[in-house]
């Protein structure tokens, strides 16, 4: 099996994950968590309020491509990650999706929240997608008040220094 240990390649000039990275292009809410290898900030598009998108700081057009840290350090940042986002919104589940088909491509997830009962007519799985494709994308006063609240969950899990399971 290859692995490359090059240097992390060049940021895309045309890549607003590569823009958000270096700071060129701010989103509403700001920086919600990072560390060496990944960053989380709320979604810009249409996934609803709270949908949040962790990327590599690299740019990486493909998932083998990670580097042995970016693959090593995924996990945990997703589990930390998606247990901020339970405890800040009380969503039911958390969402884990990567649709990287717009170019230029660059490793992304979408975490999007779930909530219990009639909230989105109840809608799951697919079916919720296409539901909130179709609304409007959340106003920015929204996405900073939500990632704020992430922001210090993830800030309160970090500092206990692991996750702790029920």
């Given amino acids: 099996m290859h692995h490359s240990h090059s240097p992390a390649p060049a940021p895309v000039a045309n890549c ?5 990275v270096n700071g ?3 989103v509403p809410g700001g920086i919600i968590a990072e560390n060496a290898w990944w960053l989380a900030d709320h979604c810009i598009g249409k996934h609803g309020a709270g949908a949040i998108v962790i990327k590599t700081r690299a740019h990486r057009e493909n998932f083998w491509e990670l580097s042995p840290n970016e693959a090593a350090s995924l996990g945990p940042f997703l589990q930390q990650m998606t247990q901020a986002m339970q405890m800040a919104l009380g969503a039911e589940r958390i969402y884990i999706n990567s649709w990287v088909d717009q170019p230029p491509y660059h490793i992304h997830f979408v975490l999007q ?3 219990a009962g009639k ?3 109840g809608l799951q799985g697919l079916e919720l997608q296409i539901f909130r494709s179709l609304q409007n994308p959340p106003d920015a006063q929204t996405v900073i008040d939500i990632a704020d609240k992430i922001r210090a969950a993830y800030e309160a899990i970090a500092h206990q220094g692991s996750i702790t399971t029920h």
């Fill in 119 to 121: 909230t989105e007519l």
């Fill in 113 to 115: 929240p779930r909530f």
């Fill in 24 to 26: 060129s292009r701010t």
């Fill in 16 to 20: 607003l994950a590569c823009q958000i």
